[in-house]
């Protein structure tokens, strides 16, 4: 009974096996996942997916502000770093016909304006104190969602001085328009 349950988690193994008469067997193929950033900030799921309206991808990495966040009283006394980044699907209406030129027009009031999207997350982050991690992501993603053109946001929120060893500590949000 013990060598058929090793047997069966053998099986089930992402190692190669070798096999009752000498050969070995390949491992299984693994899914591919999402490269991370060369920091290893990267938002690690796979993004969005697809969709019947022509969209573009929008993003803002590593944007590490000072905010007062945090439950405990040491955390009121001070502001502490946090990095925030935001994935955004945004309606591309210059997509939308196939015959149109593959370019739009060259103007920033088609497009969603990652400086605008910045200016607003500095303001959320500097309007007070903020308890959780998660109440300031759902609130950037909020924000973010107030541009009619953004279909979806994706919002990672990282304390970056809670543990001396660990790098982060956070939360990512993902908000979709109904």
Known sequence: MLTFHINLLKSRSTLPQTLPHGKVRPAPPV?????????????DQPLFTETARPSRKMFV????????IGVHAHEHAAAQRVRINLDLVVDDDSAAKISRPAAGRDDLSRVVDYEAIVNNVRKIVAGGHVNLVETLAERLAESCLADARVAL????VEKLDVFPDAAAAGVEVERRRC
């Open 61 to 68: 990495r590593d944007l590490v502000l000072s905010a007062s």
């Open 153 to 156: 946001a994706r919002v990672r």
């Open 31 to 43: 899914a591919p996942t999402a490269l991370p950033a060369q920091n290893g900030a990267a938002m």
